[in-house]
């Protein structure tokens, strides 16, 4: 069983940046599709981005590219989120969730996704 954590969440003026963090345990995620996703006050859930199993292809929301980088680092079994030039509509809980049906496409719906951490809160104030 694969349990999922997430760090990194704060509160950051407009412009700043934060480095989210999902640590994977219990079992590899290596050969799992990784997505970050976010969620308002009353809102759905949010595709952010999203990485395949090995890395090598990315998939972002118009709305956070250029600005938001995800990453893995397989060794230490952790899926990364770089987020830069923060704005106030980035506000809300963000949750990485693992797709380990589907290793080689990212994918972005929620329903996609089988596993999910508790979320981090990022707060961006203007």
């Known amino acids: 069983q694969v349990q999922l954590v997430e760090s990194g969440g704060g509160l950051v003026q407009a412009g700043g940046s934060l480095r989210l963090s999902c640590a994977a345990s219990?079992?590899?995620?290596?050969?799992?599709?990784m997505g970050w996703f976010r969620q308002a006050p009353g809102t759905g859930r949010e595709f952010v981005a999203g990485?395949?199993?090995?890395?090598?292809?990315?998939v972002y929301a118009d709305s956070v590219k250029g600005r938001f980088t995800v990453s893995r680092d397989p060794a230490k079994n952790t899926v990364y989120l770089q987020m830069n030039n923060l704005k106030p509509e980035d506000t809300g809980a963000y949750y990485c969730?693992?797709?380990?049906?589907?290793?080689?496409?990212?994918?972005?719906?929620?329903?996609?996704?089988?596993?999910w951490g508790q979320g981090t809160q990022v707060t961006v104030s203007s």
């Open positions: 219990g079992r590899t995620v290596r050969t799992y599709a």
């Open positions: 969730a693992a797709d380990y049906l589907v290793g080689t496409v990212v994918a972005t719906q929620p329903s996609s996704y089988e596993i």
């Open positions: 990485v395949t199993w090995n890395g090598r292809n990315t």
